[in-house]
């Protein structure tokens, strides 16, 4: 066999050289600018943003249901196994809120680093199942540990969604998607006290498990194969030599930020106080509708279906675009909203637990529906606006951590020992009257917040 002389070979070689140069030029060269993300003003929302929204919410909404649905079954649950209210409010808050807790960080620092469409899909797979897995408990610890496992896995389903919402959509038109996605909470609220409501009563508190997890595996099928993971800062304009892009904020840097930045960390504070409140109030609203007002759990489902879920699917629907009208792009405008809402929730909530006919309940109950959540798509779009691209997925869910551990996990706790310690006649009517100081606490926060604003505004100028 003939050699090719040493010369040729490597001559061939050093002709490759400049060619394999150039190649490695082109490769770094600055993006195109067809590669830039567009700024806030220019970047343009198409069908598929719409969509990915769309199927955002449904994941939403469907966390809704598998969180709620232990509410509108409680009463039967409590009577099967014996329960305390206490323990009670332990399975429906505690045991939810804390394992949220512990995992939003690690799921927090995912969403910064892997594709948040292959971490939601899976994690709405898994939570899904747990929930319809509660339908077969045998015992009070059974029941303790499907719970958990729901609350795990679904801490990585609203931040998650809210930080590709952030990437998918302008910081003009964040109002409005944000208010389109909490939307899925009244909506899940519809479905959980129509549809399932409907089968605990003919089929019994397991069967409802059952009927609101299936639902959610094949979503999160949909999901995977349908929506594509957003570029992160794709809507921020384009990326800083600091690194809005490449970055991915670390756990201290996430908690630095927090309690560094005075808006950020009152918009953490204040929400997750508020948040304690509502939860106590609302996943203890089936027991005291049924309690005090003599309901039958289809009647107190069809009653919070009208409330908690059709008037607020409004007022979150309308309550978007018009707080973005009235800010006219001023964030200390648009951040004297929730304030408002919030005062007029404690009005409200105050009246519906207090006042002894049901016509008077009904009426304060839908007027405390129209406001309660409003303050949380404007607390979250506020929060957004300050954090970087980099770190949303973080700070995200360093401020559901708190909404969860003083929210979920707290808040349905705190009314149900309140209830065993009052006793006597109507105990938790006077628990849930009690719990609303921290409706005035989170108000103070989200004053304060606003004023950090002004203060970052007035610096800023």
């Not at 009070?140 to 801490?155: D, K, N, P, Q």
């Not at 009152?266 to 203890?284: K, R």
């Not at 408002?340 to 404690?346: D, H, R």
Request: positive net charge; contains cysteine.
């Amino acid at each position: 066999m003939s050699r090719l002389p040493v010369g040729r070979i490597r001559g061939s070689r050093a002709a490759k050289r400049p060619e394999r140069r150039a190649m490695s030029i082109a490769h770094v060269s600055p993006p195109s600018e067809a590669e830039t993300p567009a700024t806030g003003e220019e970047a343009r929302v198409g069908f598929s943003g719409w969509y990915t929204l769309a199927i955002l919410t449904t994941v939403y909404m469907l966390c809704q249901i598998d969180r709620k649905v232990i509410s509108i079954v409680a009463e039967p649950i409590k009577h099967e196994f014996s329960l305390s209210d206490g323990q009670l409010g332990a399975l429906t808050g505690l045991m939810f809120g804390v394992p949220n807790a512990i995992m939003l960080l690690p799921m927090g620092l995912l969403i910064d680093r892997v594709n948040r469409r292959n971490l939601c899909a899976a994690m709405l797979g898994l939570w899904s199942a747990a929930c319809a897995a509660t339908g077969f408990a045998a015992s009070y610890v059974h029941l303790m540990l499907a719970r958990a496992a729901v609350g795990a896995t679904e801490s990585a389903g609203a931040s998650s969604g809210l930080s590709m919402i952030a990437d998918v959509f302008p910081k003009r038109l964040r109002p409005v998607a944000t208010a389109l996605f909490q939307s899925a909470m009244p909506l899940g609220t519809i479905l959980c006290f129509t549809v399932i409501a409907w089968v605990g009563a003919e089929y019994g508190w397991r069967a409802a498990f059952i009927a609101a997890g299936v639902p959610g595996i094949a979503v999160s099928v949909l999901l995977f194969l349908t929506v594509r993971d957003p570029m992160r800062g794709a809507t921020d304009g384009p990326m800083r030599k600091d690194g809005d892009g490449p970055r991915r904020a670390t756990l201290a840097e996430g908690f630095r930020f927090v309690l560094t930045n005075r808006v950020a960390l009152h918009y953490v504070i204040g929400p997750a106080l508020v948040s304690s409140a509502s939860s106590g109030v609302l996943l203890w609203l089936p027991s005291f509708l049924i309690r005090s007002h003599g309901m039958s759990i289809a009647e107190a489902g069809y009653l919070l279906a009208l409330t908690s879920g059709v008037i607020t699917a409004i007022a979150l629907a309308v309550s978007g675009p018009a707080a973005a009208r009235f800010a006219k792009g001023d964030d200390a405008r648009l951040a004297l909203v929730p304030v408002f809402t919030v005062i007029a929730s404690i009005v409200f909530a105050a009246i519906f637990l207090i006042v002894p006919s049901m016509t008077g309940m009904i009426v304060a109950l839908c007027l405390f529906a129209a406001f309660n959540y409003l303050y949380l798509s404007l607390g979250y779009t506020l929060l957004l606006g300050v954090a970087p691209a980099w770190m949303r997925g973080t700070v995200l869910s360093i401020e559901l951590i708190a909404a969860n551990l003083l929210g979920y996990a707290g808040g349905p706790f705190i009314v149900g020992l309140l209830s065993d310690a009052i006793g006597g006649q109507q105990p938790l009517r006077w628990a849930l009257v009690s719990i609303l100081a921290l409706y005035a606490w989170g108000a103070l926060h989200l004053w304060l917040g606003r004023r950090a604003i002004l203060a970052t505004e007035k610096k800023a100028a």
